[in-house]
T-cell receptor, first 114, second 111 residues
Framework: DADVTQTPRNRITKTGKRIMLECSQT?????MYWYRQDPGLGLRLIYY???????NKGEISDGYSVSRQAQAKFSLSLESAIPNQTALYFC?????????????FGPGTRLTVL | TQLLEQSPQFLSIQEGENLTVYCNSS?????LQWYRQEPGEGPVLLVT?????EVKKLKRLTFQFGDARKDSSLHITAAQPGDTGLYLC???????????FGAGTTVTVRA
């Protein structure tokens, strides 16, 4: 079984709809992240959480919110989706105390907003 | 503006040829990581370089960290179709533990 899972894997929605992307991990890591990937722009950090009570904005948090329901679960919400949020979304985890902060990624969610 | 600039953006070569991908920054990094991403999957860590001037080898892949810890390179010898993928460099800045990613280099190795 995969250590980091994301649901759904693909989603097509309409402008203005509320969308939630979910991430679960079995690695026992305390740090979790949400990124979006766009062609030519690489991975950009949306939100990150270093433990259940810690939530931080990344470089592109506008239009997104997150919830850390448990150490193993971190969900990303788009309250009112817009077309420029069409992208590939990745959840990642890492362990605290790691000097190099190696991150482990889920398989991604491809979101299309029409 | 990307904190980490990767070049080239795309690279298409014939099986058996060599290739080099570059990752450059004006900032100092405490370490640099290289990930490979295949279609439909998330990035997977290949290697982490920590010391300025460090060279690490992973079979036919050679990774180098610049002496000033501002740049890195990935060299693939005798590329094979299985090397095809998106190569990403990433690193935490010296004063910031969050990872910054380059835009990636898409490598295609033709059989």
């Amino acid at each position: 079984d995969a250590d980091v899972t994301q649901t759904p894997r693909n989603r097509i929605t309409k402008t203005g709809k509320r969308i939630m992307l979910e991430c679960s991990q079995t690695k026992g890591h305390d740090r979790m992240y949400w990124y979006r990937q766009d062609p030519g722009l690489g991975l950009r950090l949306i939100y990150y959480s270093f433990d259940v009570k810690d939530i931080n904005k990344g470089e592109i948090s506008d239009g997104y919110s997150v919830s850390r329901q448990a150490q193993a679960k971190f969900s990303l919400s788009l309250e009112s989706a817009i077309p420029n949020q069409t992208a590939l979304y990745f959840c990642a985890t890492s362990a605290s105390g790691s000097y190099t902060d190696t991150q482990y990624f889920g398989p991604g969610t491809r979101l299309t907003v029409l | 503006t990307q904190l980490l600039e990767q070049s080239p953006q795309f690279l298409s070569i014939q099986e058996g040829e060599n290739l080099t991908v570059y990752c450059n920054s004006s900032s100092v990094f405490s370490s640099l990581q290289w990930y490979r991403q295949e279609p439909g999957e998330g990035p997977v860590l290949l290697v982490t370089v920590v010391t300025g001037g460090e060279v690490k080898k992973l079979k036919r892949l050679t990774f180098q960290f610049g002496d000033a810890r501002k740049d890195s390179s990935l060299h693939i010898t005798a590329a094979q179709p299985g090397d095809t993928g998106l190569y990403l460099c990433a690193g935490p800045r010296s004063n910031d533990y969050k990872l910054s990613f380059g835009a990636g280099t898409t490598v295609t190795v033709r059989a």
